[in-house]
């Protein structure tokens, strides 16, 4: 069974450019994440879905943050300007729906941003 | 608000020998979960246990064991006789349908 898939794995981009990640969860899997994971320290966050619709958004920077989870599938996150503290690492997770269900997460990109 | 607190930021020990992660825990809800998570280098970070918060059994994998105790909020994760693929970074987490996640724990076993 394939796993959470995300692409790229590594990004760099200058700063005030725009950028994309990618996720395609676990077949089945209705609930998705994306979490943001800072050097050294846990995943935070950012969004979580439940089939296409965001049930919590309340730590993405709407400013410059943007997700969608068209036909409550595969996810984009977006990042329009960059800056360059959102160098970090972006995961997305997804598991089956209901509370305590255990995520399974992908490998993860990585974003530099000089 | 919900805090997970995983006090040990790297821990190292010799192959064979036994290591303690621990995990201590805030929150104001009755119903909750508790899990641990690897992260080797790749950088996938890799379930390994889910605990309700109605369930204090302790439990064992293998090598991997689990301590839960409500009256001290500690989920500590003990491995025995560590080998050097043991070497990763865990991370406790705590939640209902979002996850908060401890700073982890970096364990190096040298051979």
């Known amino acids: 069974e394939a796993g959470v898939v995300q692409s790229p794995r590594y990004k760099i981009i200058e700063k005030k450019q725009p950028v994309a990640f990618w996720c395609n969860p676990i077949?089945?899997?209705?609930?998705l994440y994306w979490y943001l994971q800072n050097l050294g320290q846990g995943p935070e966050l950012l969004i979580r879905y439940e089939n296409e619709e965001a049930v919590d958004d309340s730590q993405l920077p709407k400013d410059r943050f943007s997700a969608e989870r068209l036909k409550g599938v595969d996810s984009t996150l977006k990042i329009q300007p960059a800056e360059l503290g959102d160098s970090a690492v972006y995961l997305c997770?997804?598991?089956?729906?209901?509370?305590?269900?255990?995520?399974?997460f992908g490998q993860g990109t990585r974003l530099t941003v000089v | 608000a919900q805090k997970v607190t995983q006090a040990q930021t790297e821990i190292s020990v010799v192959e064979k020998e036994d290591v303690t992660l621990d995990c201590v825990y805030e929150t104001r809800d009755t119903t909750y979960y508790l899990f641990w998570y690897k992260q080797p280098p790749s950088g996938e970070l890799v379930f390994l246990i889910r605990r309700n918060s109605f369930d204090e059994q302790n439990e064992i994998s293998g090598r991997y064991s689990w301590n839960f105790q409500k009256s001290t909020s500690s989920f500590n994760f003990t491995i025995t006789a560590s080998q050097v693929v043991d070497s990763a970074v865990y991370f406790c987490a705590l939640g209902r349908q979002n996850f908060v996640f401890g700073p982890g724990t970096r364990l190096s076993v040298l051979p």
């Open positions: 077949s089945g899997h209705n609930t």
């Open positions: 997770a997804s598991s089956f729906a209901g509370a305590g269900t255990e995520a399974f």
